[in-house]
């Protein structure tokens, strides 16, 4: 699949941060990975169900993955999905989860080969 640019994790701020954490890239990229589909998972869940909360806490948590590795595309799809869940914007709140699913998708799945 090709990338758009910015999509994946930068691969510098992948190795600074595995050397913070004394782990290796895969090992983090793994530990990304696993937390960003939980996120989405979350996401979705919470607008079959209508429950903003569970969709901005979703949306927390894969923001602070994609900055972790500098997802900066993915970044402010995902702080306006938070803002608008945290508004009780429902019908914005699935606007953004679909325009952020490519670029969320892109992550998963880079992070998905590097581990």
């Known amino acids: ?7 994946g994790p930068d691969p510098a701020r992948l190795q600074a941060l595995a050397e913070n954490l004394g ?14 589909r939980a996120a989405r998972a979350q996401i979705d869940a919470g ?5 903003l909360t569970a ?9 602070n993955s994609a900055l972790m590795v500098g997802a900066a ?4 799809e995902l702080r306006a999905l938070e803002t608008a869940a945290d508004s009780g914007e429902l019908r ?5 989860r679909g325009r952020a699913d490519a670029d969320l998708a892109d992550l998963i799945e880079a992070l998905g080969e590097l581990a």
């Open 1 to 7: 699949m090709s990338r758009a640019r910015g999509a």
């Open 23 to 36: 782990q290796t890239p895969q090992a983090v990229a793994r530990t990304l990975h696993e937390e960003l």
């Open 47 to 51: 607008l079959a169900s209508e429950d």
């Open 55 to 63: 969709v901005g806490d979703g949306a927390h948590a894969a923001r």
């Open 73 to 76: 595309p993915l970044l402010s």
């Open 92 to 96: 914005s709140a699935r606007e953004v």
